[in-house]
């Protein structure tokens, strides 16, 4: 009786997981049948969470989403190079038709874009480009050009002699390092404004906060500042309120993201470069659809940027377009 009783125990579970394993696999193999997408795209984001690549998400998906494509959007919860890498490698494992990615100034991306290539994946960048990993197509800014206008505007809004801290998301970031070389040869014209320092945020509010307390701790005569990503310009206010409250250096963020736009408004931040992350994923997904379509695409293709400043601003929400290299 208890071995019978202990074949039921059994029998019972092992049925079940039968059935179930049964009808999880006919439901998988109903939907594969029913799939409406033509191609798998995935969009690797620097950090899933952060409000400039979600906006490069939203344009993406939108572009996606009119031509039946699946665009995935995966990445790290915080920016980790090596888990980005990672991330690529399994992509590409996976099989999916196309990858837009940042681009990466690493040896080991260039390997991976090489690997897409030999499955007949093509790997686009975006953001940020690395021309000689062999990606088929880069998408963004031109990111040396946008510190060149955002220099240009330090000394266009200012007067006197002026001291300059810049706040860099990444000293290892090419989009970065080609807005301050860009910024850099801008100030360099003027006789009246000095580099003092240079420091990192990595990329994050917090940290460029804890930064720009740093610097003015140490260089007791800055007067202005740049920040070259998009939640620099936000922590760099918070970092002078914390440690000179009544003073007001004149500060440049980058980004028009809606808490960059209330600073401008309420005076804290003079002007910010603005680009358009939406337009970055959307013309990124329709590139992509191109080389299935075998048209020719080239390799580089630069979206808009521009200067914001108070004049194009009402309660917090941008009123006036800006055009390519446009200054307030």
Do not use: C
């Amino acid at each position: 009786m208890k071995k019978f009783l202990w074949l039921i125990a059994f029998l019972i579970p092992f049925f079940l997981m039968l059935y179930f394993g049964k009808e999880t696999f006919y439901i998988e193999n109903e939907l594969a049948a029913d799939d409406p997408y033509n191609y798998h795209f995935v969009l690797i984001t620097e950090e899933v969470g952060n409000d400039y690549w979600r906006l490069i998400e939203k344009g993406a998906k939108e572009a996606a989403a009119e031509h039946d494509i699946y665009l995935e959007y995966i990445g790290p919860k915080v920016t980790d190079n090596e888990e980005r890498l990672a991330t690529f490698d399994r992509m590409i494992t996976a099989g999916v038709d196309g990858i837009i990615t940042k681009g990466m100034n690493d040896p080991e991306f260039a390997e991976l874009v090489r690997k897409a290539a030999s499955r007949n994946i093509p790997v686009a960048t975006i953001d940020t480009d690395n021309e000689q990993s062999g990606r088929e197509f880069y998408v963004g800014t031109d990111n040396y050009r946008a510190g060149l206008l955002a220099g240009k505007t330090l000394i266009e809004q200012t007067t006197g002699e002026q001291r300059v801290a810049v706040i860099i998301g990444l000293a290892t970031a090419q989009n970065q390092l080609e807005r301050l070389n860009g910024f850099e040869d801008a100030i360099a014209e003027s006789d009246r404004i000095e580099l003092v320092d240079v420091a990192e945020s990595n990329i994050t509010e917090l940290g460029a906060a804890q930064a720009t307390y740093q610097l003015l701790k140490k260089h007791s005569n800055i007067t202005a500042f740049f920040g070259t990503s998009a939640l620099d310009g936000i922590g760099i206010v918070q970092g002078i309120e914390e440690m000179r409250p009544r003073e007001r250096p004149y500060v440049i963020a980058f980004d028009i993201l809606p808490e960059t736009l209330t600073e401008i408004e309420q005076g804290t931040i003079q002007a910010t470069v603005a680009q358009y992350p939406e337009k970055m994923g959307r013309r990124s997904v329709e590139l992509m659809l191109e080389i299935y379509n075998k048209k020719t695409v080239d390799s580089i293709h630069f979206t808009d940027t521009g200067i914001v400043d108070a004049s194009h601003i009402h309660n917090g929400e941008l009123i006036v377009p800006v055009e390519e290299g446009e200054q307030p």
